[in-house]
């Protein structure tokens, strides 16, 4: 069974600074979705990774993907209050695109003045 | 243009109720997705159709829940004998196909069901 897990879960960053959060599975996958959720919003997506190796860049978030490591990063620079949301990455639940994905618990992230 | 769009934005309903909840898909998205989001939680993958037919239901939680899309568009969730732990947010979303790179699903705004 599938499982995708994130950390941290909950993260307080003061603006300005440089934070990671990690998303892991458990099976073999060739492509990796982010999401982004506003509090009572529906999900947002932000990058859609497809191979190994990919890096994808937008504002002052980048997303990378490493499939043997079964890892993805999803780096935020330079924080500013508007990135405070809840972060997901999912994953295909077969392992390609079959349209099953499986999400993480989401981090939720705070940016602080 | 337009996004998902799900009706209601929010169902409250009792214990043993029937309910049915729809999503309009993004016009020309083949691919339509049910996941349903507990408080704190993702999303949890309930069902697919790929056009009219249901091409993955084995997140269906058991036989109280149902989905058609009889033309491929519009889809309904339907849920018998409504229990309290069927609360949560109902998500739908469509994506222009399966696979090839154009599988990115759109996600709606989500009905909030509520049994009391």
């Known amino acids: 069974e599938l499982k995708v897990e994130q950390n941290p879960l909950f993260l307080s960053m003061q603006e300005g600074k440089n934070y990671t959060i990690y998303c892991n599975y458990s099976t073999t996958s060739d492509r990796l979705y982010w999401y982004r959720q506003d509090p009572g919003k529906s999900l947002e997506s932000l990058f859609v990774l497809l191979s190994n190796g990919a890096v994808k860049q937008e504002g002052r978030l980048m997303a990378s993907l490493d499939t043997k490591a079964r890892l993805s990063t999803l780096h935020i620079t330079a924080a500013v209050h508007d990135l405070s949301a809840t972060y997901f990455c999912?994953?295909?639940?077969?392992?390609?695109?079959?349209?099953?994905?499986?999400f993480g618990k989401g981090t939720k992230l705070s940016v602080k003045p | 243009g337009a996004g998902v769009s799900q009706t209601p934005s929010n169902k409250v309903t009792e214990k043993g109720k029937y309910v049915e909840l729809r999503c309009d898909p993004i016009?020309?998205?083949?691919?339509l997705y049910w996941y349903r989001q507990s408080l704190g939680q993702g999303p949890e993958f309930l069902i697919y159709?790929?056009?009219?037919?249901?091409?993955?239901d084995s997140g269906l939680p058991n036989d109280r829940f149902f989905a058609v899309r009889p033309e491929g568009s519009v889809s309904t969730l339907k849920i018998q004998r409504t229990e309290r732990g069927d609360s949560a947010v109902y998500l739908c979303?469509?994506?222009?196909?399966?696979?090839?790179?154009?599988?990115?699903?759109?996600f709606g705004p989500g009905t909030r069901l509520t049994v009391l």
């Open positions: 016009s020309g998205h083949t691919a």
């Open positions: 999912a994953v295909d639940n077969y392992g390609g695109s079959q349209g099953n994905l499986i």
């Open positions: 159709f790929q056009g009219t037919g249901a091409a993955d």
């Open positions: 979303a469509s994506s222009l196909t399966i696979g090839g790179g154009a599988d990115t699903q759109y």
